[in-house]
């Protein structure tokens, strides 16, 4: 694998901060407590007032503490396994790799852009980076013309691909139905709170959604670049869907309000991504060592 010791060097730097940013975001503490906030649209928020989420709102408090728990849990573990895959020069290392710093890059993007500043701020910038120039090397270490080789023809591509596209209609109409109608009657759409907009529907929209689509189309038509896209949607989707769901357990838990669709569509969601990560793997055919080593 080309930039191989590179993609090493950063990887582990995220499993080292990555680790130190969730564990301190899930055991901090300290502080007043939860408090009412009126915001500059006249809406009453309750804080959270409580360790290193202390300013923000009670809700995104608990779906970051829900997130830091699945990121030093799971996908720390994760990280650790695939890069030992991809030094061993397995695909199904690679594959994984790929998608878990997916999950990382999402999971930093949206920490840098919607959690409100805090501490941990540099640490977040530092992680944002690295995880997006090392998924970019891990992406460009892949050889289009070998990605069909990897795969077995058993592969049940059409039905990976209507899953795909079945997820990403459901999270574009769920999030489309809590913008639209108040966009148009001039409303505040549900949960943005405090906040200056509504980030993670924002990357969902306008990147996970289109993706998914494309990743569908091409996965269904077998095409090589399809194959990859696959693997990373779908260990992305493993990852971040096990956020959501612990997210939405968290929010139950602290008593916040939830929509019944997102308590039921989402951990069916998680449960759907993690039988087709087992069929993807599966499915994976590992070459000989000389054509691994690209």
């Known amino acids: 694998m080309k930039h191989i010791k590179t993609v090493v060097v950063l990887g582990l730097m995220i499993i080292l901060l990555s680790a130190i940013a969730a564990g301190y975001g899930l055991f901090s503490s300290g502080g007043s407590g939860e408090y009412s906030f009126t915001t500059i649209r006249g809406e009453t928020v309750q804080i959270d007032g409580k360790g290193i989420y202390a300013y923000d709102s009670v809700s995104m408090a608990a779906q970051a503490r829900a997130q830091d728990a699945v990121t030093l849990f799971l996908g720390v573990p994760l990280l650790i396994l695939s890069l030992i895959l991809t030094v061993k020069g397995l695909i199904r290392g690679r594959l994984l790799l790929t998608g878990t710093l997916g999950y990382f890059l999402y999971t930093f993007a949206s920490y840098c852009f919607l959690a409100m500043y805090n501490s941990m701020f540099l ?149 759907g991504i993690i039988v087709c990560l087992v069929i993807l793997l599966r499915n994976v055919r590992e070459p000989g060592k000389e054509e691994i080593i690209l």
């Open 123 to 271: 640490v977040y910038v530092v992680l944002f980076s690295a995880c997006f120039f090392a998924f970019i090397l891990t992406m460009m270490s892949f050889d289009k013309r070998m990605l069909p080789v990897y795969f077995k023809e058993s592969l049940p591509a059409k039905s990976i691909a209507v899953f795909l596209w079945f997820i990403a209609f459901a999270i574009a109409m769920l999030w489309l139905g809590k913008i639209v109608n108040p966009l148009t009657k001039g409303l505040i759409p549900a949960g943005l709170e405090h906040y200056t907009t509504l980030t993670i529907q924002a990357l969902d929209l306008a990147i996970v959604v289109p993706v998914a689509v494309v990743t569908g189309l091409l996965v269904i038509r077998r095409q090589s670049f399809g194959y990859l896209l696959a693997a990373v949607v779908i260990v992305k989707g493993v990852t971040m869907l096990t956020a959501i769901s612990a997210m939405l357990g968290a929010m139950i838990y602290a008593g916040v309000k939830v929509s019944p669709v997102e308590t039921a569509i989402f951990p069916i969601f998680n449960a």
